[in-house]
Protein backbone atom coordinates (compact mmCIF):
# COMPACT_ATOMS: atom_id res chain seq x y z
CA UNK A 1 0.00 0.00 0.00
CA UNK A 2 1.26 3.70 -0.90
CA UNK A 3 2.83 5.75 1.96
CA UNK A 4 1.40 8.78 0.63
CA UNK A 5 -1.27 11.05 2.59
CA UNK A 6 -2.64 14.65 2.97
CA UNK A 7 -2.97 15.51 6.65
CA UNK A 8 -5.21 18.50 7.14
CA UNK A 9 -5.76 20.60 10.52
CA UNK A 10 -8.62 22.59 10.85
CA UNK A 11 -8.62 24.94 14.10
CA UNK A 12 -12.15 25.96 14.45
CA UNK A 13 -13.35 28.66 16.22
CA UNK A 14 -16.93 30.39 17.11
CA UNK A 15 -18.82 27.16 17.03
CA UNK A 16 -22.16 26.12 18.53
CA UNK A 17 -21.43 25.36 22.22
CA UNK A 18 -23.96 22.87 22.45
CA UNK A 19 -23.07 20.93 19.22
CA UNK A 20 -19.38 20.44 20.71
CA UNK A 21 -20.68 19.27 23.88
CA UNK A 22 -22.77 16.18 21.80
CA UNK A 23 -20.95 13.45 21.66
CA UNK A 24 -23.63 11.73 19.62
CA UNK A 25 -23.98 14.63 17.45
CA UNK A 26 -20.15 14.63 17.05
CA UNK A 27 -19.78 10.91 16.18
CA UNK A 28 -22.74 10.96 13.44
CA UNK A 29 -20.82 14.13 12.33
CA UNK A 30 -17.63 12.62 12.40
CA UNK A 31 -18.88 9.56 10.61
CA UNK A 32 -21.15 10.96 7.73
CA UNK A 33 -18.15 13.46 6.82
CA UNK A 34 -15.51 10.11 6.43
CA UNK A 35 -18.17 8.85 4.53
CA UNK A 36 -18.93 11.68 2.79
CA UNK A 37 -15.17 12.22 1.58
CA UNK A 38 -15.23 8.27 0.35
CA UNK A 39 -13.78 6.68 2.91
CA UNK A 40 -14.51 3.20 4.79
CA UNK A 41 -14.85 3.38 8.32
CA UNK A 42 -13.30 0.52 10.46
CA UNK A 43 -13.30 1.87 14.01
CA UNK A 44 -15.04 4.93 15.67
CA UNK A 45 -13.77 5.81 19.55
CA UNK A 46 -15.65 8.77 21.39
CA UNK A 47 -15.41 10.15 24.75
CA UNK A 48 -17.74 12.32 26.93
CA UNK A 49 -15.52 14.96 29.26
CA UNK A 50 -17.24 16.30 32.57
CA UNK A 51 -18.29 18.94 32.35
CA UNK A 52 -18.28 19.30 29.15
CA UNK A 53 -16.06 18.70 25.84
CA UNK A 54 -15.59 15.56 23.77
CA UNK A 55 -12.88 13.94 21.67
CA UNK A 56 -12.91 11.07 19.47
CA UNK A 57 -11.53 9.38 16.65
CA UNK A 58 -12.94 7.51 13.21
CA UNK A 59 -10.34 5.20 11.98
CA UNK A 60 -10.77 4.35 8.35
CA UNK A 61 -9.03 2.26 6.22
CA UNK A 62 -7.54 5.43 4.72
CA UNK A 63 -5.97 6.82 8.20
CA UNK A 64 -8.05 9.09 10.57
CA UNK A 65 -10.50 11.67 11.54
CA UNK A 66 -9.93 13.51 15.18
CA UNK A 67 -11.83 16.01 17.04
CA UNK A 68 -11.11 17.67 20.24
CA UNK A 69 -13.32 19.94 21.51
CA UNK A 70 -13.80 22.67 24.10
CA UNK A 71 -17.44 24.19 23.87
CA UNK A 72 -16.49 26.93 26.67
CA UNK A 73 -14.23 28.50 24.19
CA UNK A 74 -16.19 27.87 21.30
CA UNK A 75 -13.41 25.53 19.78
CA UNK A 76 -12.82 22.35 18.19
CA UNK A 77 -9.53 20.94 17.24
CA UNK A 78 -9.79 18.97 13.53
CA UNK A 79 -7.43 16.34 11.91
CA UNK A 80 -8.36 14.63 9.20
CA UNK A 81 -5.99 12.42 7.35
CA UNK A 82 -6.42 10.55 4.30
CA UNK A 83 -3.99 8.37 2.07
CA UNK A 84 -5.02 6.33 -1.48
CA UNK A 85 -6.71 8.82 -3.48
CA UNK A 86 -9.23 11.24 -1.05
CA UNK A 87 -9.36 14.68 -0.58
CA UNK A 88 -9.46 15.35 3.16
CA UNK A 89 -10.72 19.09 3.06
CA UNK A 90 -14.27 17.31 2.19
CA UNK A 91 -14.87 16.25 5.48
CA UNK A 92 -12.81 19.37 7.00
CA UNK A 93 -15.02 21.52 4.83
CA UNK A 94 -17.99 19.79 6.25
CA UNK A 95 -17.71 19.14 9.77
CA UNK A 96 -17.13 22.94 9.65
CA UNK A 97 -20.05 23.67 8.22
CA UNK A 98 -21.93 21.49 10.87
CA UNK A 99 -20.52 23.11 13.79
CA UNK A 100 -21.39 26.62 12.37
CA UNK A 101 -17.67 27.84 12.81
CA UNK A 102 -17.57 31.22 12.50
CA UNK A 103 -13.64 31.22 12.28
CA UNK A 104 -11.23 28.54 10.71
CA UNK A 105 -7.69 28.17 10.47
CA UNK A 106 -6.58 25.77 8.04
CA UNK A 107 -2.71 24.09 7.35
CA UNK A 108 -2.63 21.04 5.29
CA UNK A 109 0.64 18.33 4.99
CA UNK A 110 1.72 15.54 2.79
CA UNK A 111 2.40 12.46 5.21
CA UNK A 112 4.56 9.57 4.12
CA UNK A 113 6.58 10.99 1.39
CA UNK A 114 10.10 11.65 3.42
CA UNK A 115 10.89 15.47 3.92
CA UNK A 116 7.98 16.93 5.43
CA UNK A 117 6.82 20.16 3.53
CA UNK A 118 4.02 22.32 5.02
CA UNK A 119 1.44 24.32 2.69
CA UNK A 120 1.07 27.55 3.71
CA UNK A 121 -1.87 28.22 6.74
CA UNK A 122 -5.18 29.55 5.28
CA UNK A 123 -7.40 31.38 7.90
CA UNK A 124 -11.15 31.97 6.71
CA UNK A 125 -13.84 34.26 8.65
CA UNK A 126 -16.89 32.97 7.74
CA UNK B 1 -10.11 23.92 30.04
CA UNK B 2 -7.75 25.22 28.62
CA UNK B 3 -7.23 25.20 24.27
CA UNK B 4 -3.58 24.79 24.18
CA UNK B 5 -2.07 21.93 22.98
CA UNK B 6 1.29 20.80 21.39
CA UNK B 7 0.60 18.20 18.62
CA UNK B 8 3.76 16.11 16.94
CA UNK B 9 4.02 15.17 14.35
CA UNK B 10 6.63 12.12 13.21
CA UNK B 11 7.60 10.30 10.30
CA UNK B 12 8.73 7.02 11.14
CA UNK B 13 11.04 4.80 8.47
CA UNK B 14 13.14 1.94 8.93
CA UNK B 15 11.09 0.88 11.33
CA UNK B 16 11.17 -3.00 12.20
CA UNK B 17 9.04 -5.23 9.68
CA UNK B 18 7.29 -7.38 12.74
CA UNK B 19 6.70 -4.88 15.26
CA UNK B 20 5.01 -2.66 12.43
CA UNK B 21 2.52 -5.10 11.74
CA UNK B 22 1.61 -6.66 15.35
CA UNK B 23 -1.12 -4.70 16.15
CA UNK B 24 -1.04 -6.23 20.24
CA UNK B 25 2.77 -5.17 20.08
CA UNK B 26 1.84 -1.62 18.96
CA UNK B 27 -1.71 -1.12 20.63
CA UNK B 28 0.38 -2.20 24.13
CA UNK B 29 3.43 0.28 22.54
CA UNK B 30 0.89 3.31 22.60
CA UNK B 31 -0.39 3.17 25.80
CA UNK B 32 2.54 2.44 27.40
CA UNK B 33 3.78 5.63 25.54
CA UNK B 34 0.61 7.65 26.64
CA UNK B 35 1.26 6.46 30.39
CA UNK B 36 4.91 7.13 30.17
CA UNK B 37 4.12 11.10 29.33
CA UNK B 38 1.61 11.09 32.27
CA UNK B 39 -1.37 10.98 30.17
CA UNK B 40 -4.65 9.64 31.37
CA UNK B 41 -5.89 6.74 29.04
CA UNK B 42 -9.68 7.24 28.18
CA UNK B 43 -10.07 5.13 24.74
CA UNK B 44 -8.17 2.79 22.64
CA UNK B 45 -9.29 1.14 19.60
CA UNK B 46 -6.81 -0.61 16.90
CA UNK B 47 -7.35 -2.05 13.87
CA UNK B 48 -5.40 -4.85 11.91
CA UNK B 49 -5.33 -4.46 8.00
CA UNK B 50 -5.03 -7.52 5.57
CA UNK B 51 -2.61 -8.09 4.49
CA UNK B 52 -0.36 -5.99 6.71
CA UNK B 53 -0.47 -2.78 8.34
CA UNK B 54 -1.97 -1.55 11.97
CA UNK B 55 -4.39 1.87 12.62
CA UNK B 56 -5.04 2.64 15.80
CA UNK B 57 -5.45 5.45 18.36
CA UNK B 58 -5.26 6.23 22.14
CA UNK B 59 -7.70 8.72 23.43
CA UNK B 60 -6.22 10.67 26.67
CA UNK B 61 -7.75 13.02 28.63
CA UNK B 62 -5.53 15.54 27.05
CA UNK B 63 -5.92 14.76 23.36
CA UNK B 64 -4.59 11.69 21.22
CA UNK B 65 -1.91 9.32 20.11
CA UNK B 66 -2.07 7.70 16.29
CA UNK B 67 -0.20 5.59 14.26
CA UNK B 68 -0.95 4.19 10.97
CA UNK B 69 1.77 1.26 9.99
CA UNK B 70 2.94 0.28 6.66
CA UNK B 71 4.92 -2.99 7.39
CA UNK B 72 6.09 -3.51 3.50
CA UNK B 73 7.87 0.40 3.71
CA UNK B 74 9.34 0.20 7.13
CA UNK B 75 6.89 3.45 7.76
CA UNK B 76 5.29 4.11 10.24
CA UNK B 77 3.09 7.70 10.38
CA UNK B 78 2.69 8.68 14.18
CA UNK B 79 0.88 11.84 15.78
CA UNK B 80 0.76 12.66 19.38
CA UNK B 81 -1.25 15.74 20.63
CA UNK B 82 -1.46 16.64 23.87
CA UNK B 83 -2.67 19.77 26.63
CA UNK B 84 -2.04 20.93 29.84
CA UNK B 85 1.37 20.18 31.57
CA UNK B 86 2.60 17.15 29.36
CA UNK B 87 5.06 16.95 26.86
CA UNK B 88 3.95 14.88 23.86
CA UNK B 89 8.13 14.43 22.72
CA UNK B 90 7.94 11.81 25.53
CA UNK B 91 5.63 9.60 24.01
CA UNK B 92 7.08 10.15 20.35
CA UNK B 93 10.54 9.21 21.02
CA UNK B 94 9.67 6.16 23.30
CA UNK B 95 7.74 5.20 20.05
CA UNK B 96 10.54 5.67 17.50
CA UNK B 97 13.14 3.97 20.08
CA UNK B 98 10.53 0.60 20.08
CA UNK B 99 9.55 0.55 16.73
CA UNK B 100 13.66 0.91 16.08
CA UNK B 101 13.35 3.61 13.28
CA UNK B 102 16.35 4.24 11.36
CA UNK B 103 14.95 7.77 10.25
CA UNK B 104 12.71 10.23 11.61
CA UNK B 105 10.97 13.46 10.82
CA UNK B 106 9.75 15.70 13.81
CA UNK B 107 7.59 18.16 13.09
CA UNK B 108 5.52 20.46 15.98
CA UNK B 109 2.90 23.06 16.22
CA UNK B 110 1.08 24.53 19.18
CA UNK B 111 -2.71 23.81 18.71
CA UNK B 112 -5.84 25.95 20.15
CA UNK B 113 -3.93 29.08 20.86
CA UNK B 114 -5.15 31.18 17.03
CA UNK B 115 -2.73 31.46 13.97
CA UNK B 116 -1.12 28.47 12.84
CA UNK B 117 2.56 28.81 13.91
CA UNK B 118 5.68 25.46 12.34
CA UNK B 119 8.22 25.15 14.43
CA UNK B 120 10.48 23.98 11.89
CA UNK B 121 10.75 20.40 10.72
CA UNK B 122 13.84 18.30 11.99
CA UNK B 123 15.11 15.50 10.15
CA UNK B 124 17.34 12.87 12.75
CA UNK B 125 19.14 9.78 11.19
CA UNK B 126 19.59 7.51 14.09
Redesign the interface.
Known amino acids: ?N?L?R?V?S?LWGCDYNKLNDMDFIERLFVDAALKSGAEV??????K?APQ?V???V?I?E??L?I?S?P??G?A?I?V?T?GNLDPTIAADYIAEKLNATSR?T?E?P??M???E?KS?S?QNV
Open positions: MTGHIEREVAFHFGSGVISSHTHFEHYSDYCEIFRGGPIVPV
